[in-house]
């Protein structure tokens, strides 16, 4: 069997835990390319499309913006997928298989999924480019609809991006290999979990950095607006990240020494495990919370504005604005929920050897179920709160700002994202309890 030959066969037998990462792929190239297609579109670049002139910077800086978040998504998720698979690699090295080699496996293995995940991209963007454009041509009140073209400058535009991506990603994986020792490889799913840790005088700054900031935000005026902006977004970010790395923490261990709630129900369980959770994945819900925030924060603004439009004129730039926004938020929201959709199945294999030994002890269906539930109900909506709160309050600052009274709007927005988080939750969870508790769906020899 050649190293071409594994790599793809890797690809296929462990198709699951690639999908959350393949599939995010697609939607961003897609996204990507039904921008570049309207750059490039011919009307667009001969200027036959007035209309052109307004969209065109928006369309540039979606573009920057989708680019730089895939990248940061997917050296996330290369590095989490990494990790579940320090035993595998180190097996092969065991067996025999140089450090050179296991990189060249690791580069197979990436070309694969880059070529797919490219090639479907660029398919699906080709696909429902039609369907973007009209969406556009009717936001801006045009009479006739923008002609559909395949711009052969998007198509390469798009694919030499993720190329140069994908290769970034590949190298910085293959590097990581390169520094991993072979013991420390099959161990990686035997070591024992430290004792959780928080520091008591971090705890504080935490609540004093989102107080300062939301008391900062409230005081926005115009005369200030330059000064203030950057300490309220470092002040946001400290206060998250320290929220979920010192004061959940804290939290928790408030809650585990209280008998009353440790010892009712599956409690004991349930707080000890969330424990181990926020603690293993402190940098990914923060980045899920920011995340949240500013999909809900920018998908308010754009819809606070296109109430408060004094004009027909401001009202069309206010609606692009939206129509740019909306992909944005769609690609951050999927991107979102598959960095804890990816958490879960990735950790499948331990989490399956717990719940199979606490079944041997006796704990019932029911409470293994109460168990999953519960905890990935706080992976997916204590970020969300925490996303949630950060934009409630930067729209009611906008509101001041502007001196408008259109702050209740942003409730619809967050209703929205509230339902369609809540059908990924119901989806992710009923997946998830499928492959975790015994008898409950698919057989268990297949890790996804």
Known sequence: MTFRSLAFNNVLGKWRSYAAFFLSSVFSVAIFYM???????????????????????????GEYVIILFSFLFMLYSGSAFLRTRQKELGLFSLFGMTRSQLRRLLVYENAVIAVLSTISGIFLGILFSKLFFMSLAALLGMADSIAFAVPPLAVGLTAG???VLFSAITAWTALRVGKTEIVDMLQASRRPRDELVYSPRLIPLAIVCLSLAYAMAFALRPANLDFLVLPILLTVLLGTYLVFTQWTLWLLNVLQNRPNIRYRGTNLIVLARLGYAVRDNARMLFIVS???????TVSSAFYMLGYAAPDDAFKERAALMRFIGLFIGLLFFIASGSMIYFRLFTELPEDRAQFRALRRIGMTKNELRKIVVTETAFLFYVPCLAGIAHSLVAMKA?????QTSYWAHSFVVIGIYLALQTLYFIVT????????????????????
């Open 290 to 296: 920011v995340l949240s925030a500013v999909i809900l």
């Open 429 to 448: 969870c009923r997946n998830y309890m499928k492959k975790i508790v015994p008898g409950e769906g698919e057989p268990h020899e297949n890790t996804f």
């Open 161 to 163: 991006a993720f190329f």
């Open 35 to 61: 921008y570049a297609a309207l750059l490039a579109h011919p009307d667009v670049a001969s200027g036959e499309w007035p209309a052109a002139a307004k969209v065109r910077q928006g369309m540039e800086i």
């Open 398 to 402: 906008l509101d001041r700002l502007l």
